[in-house]
């Protein structure tokens, strides 16, 4: 479909998968907010390792009750939105890093769209 051709800004939230909104795990609270603005599509990336602010090591560890790992979630649209939605989700993280760059979609494809 056109309309997700073109230039577009990714957002990236880098947070840990530790990190709790209202008792759910925060990067499924932002997916679900990602969903309920009509984002045009955001993907979960779980980390194997990471550095963050506070300089600690984290990293996946077998025996570990508890796994803190980074998580990034990425998220793709037009510029108004995504920077409307930076705005409407950062009371949610309490840490974490927020970063927003330039894309430009070549090409989409999804069966609803291309028969």
């Not at 909104?21 to 609270?29: N, Q």
């Not at 600690?56 to 990425?74: C, D, G, H, K, Y």
């Amino acid at each position: 479909m056109k309309r997700y051709l073109g230039k577009k800004k990714i957002i990236r939230i880098y947070i840990d998968n530790q990190d709790k909104f209202e008792g759910k795990p925060l990067w499924e609270e932002i997916l679900k907010r990602v969903k309920e603005y009509g984002l045009a599509g955001a993907t979960v990336f779980k980390g194997v390792a990471g550095i963050g602010a506070h300089s600690e090591v984290r990293s996946f560890n077998v025996w570990a009750l508890a796994q803190e790992l980074p998580i990034i979630i990425e998220i793709i649209d037009d510029e108004d939105k995504i920077l409307k939605f930076i705005d409407k989700i950062d009371y949610m993280i309490k840490e974490g890093l927020t970063t927003v760059s330039d894309t430009e979609v070549i090409r989409y494809k999804h069966k609803k769209f291309n028969g």
